[in-house]
């Protein structure tokens, strides 16, 4: 039987856009006020939360967002039940998703055609990525969708990847933290999504692009945005890409370099 080779792929920020920020956060935040009677920030509550669980390492309770849902309402003295899944489903419709470059389908397929096995590797639960993946067309296109509450643990541990028997190639990722880290934690090649790279990057090989002076500097912006203005004097090798990407077409090619060297 021949090894699966994979090539997995981080689904927010780099493959799609989903709903929850534009129009389920706002719904349940319309929806708590109301059942207060006053305007209550329930979001910013939950975000919190979010970020204290992923800071001590919880990551799989980190994203169970009813969960964090159903603490906040507890603590509000808001007994009903609300699930989040519903909210979801209602809106995974474009043009409330999308994609986030046009072509994804095509050049998923295309390394599909190559022989490459895909996996979303997410640290969003099923219930929640998959309603956006089927609006969009993407569920089909993937051989396994990896998530937290399925692995039973999340993104940056290494162990997130262990349900998958072959050769992870590569990791597609628009995250350092979350992405990058992961793949060099994992000893596998991590492809970097920043999309709009200005035209000097645009010009040099995604393998060149993150060792240009430039390419540093955007990507130690990324990574303290994401660290929270960690003081670092330089970059740590976790957080160092294999190559910069600036679009999912790259991809192709740079997994036959990769292939070749």
Do not use: C
């Not at 009677?37 to 979010?50: I, P, Y």
């Amino acid at each position: 039987m021949t090894k699966k080779r994979w090539i997995t792929f981080d689904l927010d920020g780099t493959l799609m856009q989903n709903p929850f920020g534009a129009w389920v956060f706002p719904e349940i935040a319309e929806a708590v006020s109301g059942r207060l009677g006053r305007q209550h920030d329930v979001v910013s509550e939950m975000v919190a939360e979010h970020e204290a669980r992923m800071a001590s390492g919880r990551y799989v309770e980190a994203y169970d967002w009813d969960d964090i849902l159903r603490e906040r309402l507890r603590k509000l003295d808001l007994a009903d039940p609300f699930e989040i899944e519903p909210l979801v489903r209602k809106h995974s419709v474009p043009p409330k998703v999308w994609l986030l470059e046009s072509g994804i389908r095509e050049v998923l397929a295309e390394l599909k055609a190559g022989g490459y096995s895909l996996a979303v590797v997410t640290n969003g639960f099923y219930k929640f990525q998959a309603p956006v993946m089927e609006a969009l067309g993407l569920i089909e296109l993937f051989d396994e969708v990896v998530t937290p509450e399925r692995a039973g643990t999340g993104k940056p541990d290494p162990a997130i990847l262990s349900g998958l028997s072959g050769q992870i190639i590569a990791h597609v990722g628009d995250r350092l933290d979350h992405d990058v880290q992961l793949a060099n934690r994992s000893n596998i090649a991590a492809l970097f999504i920043y999309r709009n790279l200005p035209a000097d990057l645009k010009s040099l090989s995604p393998f060149m692009r993150m060792k240009d002076p430039l390419g540093i500097r955007l990507l130690s912006e990324k990574a303290r945005k994401e660290e929270r203005n960690a003081g670092w004097s330089e970059l740590p090798s976790e957080l160092l890409p294999a190559a910069l990407v600036d679009s999912v077409h790259e991809i192709p090619a740079l997994l036959d370099a990769l292939k070749e060297s």
